[in-house]
């Protein structure tokens, strides 16, 4: 099986930074894309902010260009987010998805979730 662990959120300052991680595990045989993903209140949908692909190729969402940086250790199966001049508006639960392949028996391909990690930017 296949795990995601986010870690590095917590409460900050606006104009502070944080760095979120997402460390991949289990029967991995290729993690082809990874990105990061938000949910808030009210309306509570799940928001792309961030995407990287096996590639390298980035995108972000319009709100965080410029201050969001993605980045990904492929020997580590890591993936980062560093968030720089943090707004209250980027207060959310974060969250970590990958496209992974992994083996048993056959090749699989599928989509994992991590639990989430908070961020909370106070005014």
């Known amino acids: 099986q296949v795990q995601l662990v986010e870690s590095g959120g917590g409460l900050v300052q606006a104009g502070g930074s944080l760095r979120l991680s997402c460390v991949a595990s289990g029967s991995i045989v290729l993690i082809n894309a990874m990105g990061w993903y938000r949910q808030a209140p009210p309306d509570n949908e799940r928001e792309l902010v961030a995407h990287i692909t096996s590639g390298g190729s980035t995108n972000y969402t319009d709100s965080v260009k410029g201050r969001f940086t993605i980045s990904r250790d492929r020997a580590k199966n890591t993936v980062y987010l560093q968030m720089n001049m943090l707004k209250p508006e980027d207060t959310a639960l974060y969250y970590c998805?990958?496209?992974?392949?992994?083996?048993?028996?056959?090749?699989?391909?599928?989509?994992?979730w991590g639990q989430g990690t908070q961020v909370t930017v106070s005014s």
């Open positions: 998805n990958a496209d992974i392949t992994y083996y048993r028996s056959r090749y699989y391909r599928q989509h994992y």
